[in-house]
């Protein structure tokens, strides 16, 4: 999120613009969970449309940010300040709730991914294949049992009685990450945009503002949604 995507001060419009329509998603579906959680109206964000349209917003972002980070020189700095920002994330989040807060989520995983691209980067991408394989299945068989450790849930290893309002653990998701990597490694190996038309700006400057939005929108969907019900 908010990555610089280039060198010599210019950035790659195509990028930008995909990330704003991440951006747009994402608030379209945590409009549906206040909707349903606040005010209690029928929609379903579990399964279905509103499942996939949530997903499909945390899915671009991520392959996004990996390709971004093969972009951008300052990718370590870039995690670790995103990751400063979801510990505040899951500060005020516990501070609301102790029960039910933001233990690993989406921003956690991005500044933790971020931090590892430069190192992860010298490999092969041949290796970078198989490694985001391999973090896909290793995630898809972690989901299906439990453990009995609580401190596990990062690699996404949940105890019983885990929960939490946000979580995108390190597996499976770093396979989506490391797929951005192998595409900016490839697709945009010469850092240069591939696309010759300017796509709408409006979109493009939400993508390029992704990082402030993500920790301001819901104040704002909350308040809105305050005005008009009323309560």
Same mark, same amino acid.
């Given at each position: 999120m908010l990555h610089k995507d280039i060198t010599n001060n210019k950035r790659i419009e195509e990028i930008d613009f995909a990330r704003g329509i991440a951006i747009i998603l994402m608030i379209l579906f945590h409009l549906i969970v206040d909707l349903k959680d606040f005010y209690f109206y029928n929609v379903d964000y579990f399964?279905? &449309?509103w499942y996939i349209e949530g997903k499909l917003s945390a899915i671009l972002f991520m392959f996004l940010c990996g390709i971004s980070s093969t972009l951008s020189f300052r990718s370590t700095n870039h995690g670790i300040k995103v990751f400063i920002?979801?510990?505040? !994330?899951?500060?005020?989040?516990?501070?609301?709730?102790?029960?039910?807060?933001?233990? &690993?989520?989406?921003?956690? &995983?991005?500044?933790i991914s971020l931090i590892s691209a430069r190192l992860i980067q010298?490999?092969?991408i041949r290796l970078l294949f !198989? !490694?985001?394989?391999?973090s896909i299945t290793l995630g898809l068989v972690f989901a299906e049992r439990f453990v009995t450790s609580p401190y596990l849930f990062p690699l996404g290893l949940q105890s019983a009685t885990f929960a939490s309002l946000d &979580?995108?653990?390190?597996?499976?998701?770093?396979?989506v990450f490391l797929a951005g990597i192998i595409a900016g490694k490839t697709v945009y190996?010469?850092?240069?945009?591939?696309?010759?038309?300017?796509?709408?700006?409006?979109?493009?400057?939400l993508g390029r503002q992704s990082l402030a939005i993500y920790l301001i929108h819901q104040p704002i $969907?909350?308040? !809105? $949604?305050?005005v008009i019900h009323g309560k």
């Open positions: 399964r279905g &449309f920002w979801s510990m505040v !994330l899951t500060a005020v989040t516990y501070l609301y709730n102790s029960d039910f807060y933001i233990r &690993f989520g989406i921003l956690h &995983f991005l500044g010298q490999l092969s !198989l !490694l985001s394989i391999s &979580f995108y653990p390190v597996f499976p998701w770093y396979g190996a010469s850092k240069k945009s591939l696309i010759a038309l300017h796509p709408p700006q409006t979109i493009t400057w $969907l909350l308040a !809105l $949604l305050y």
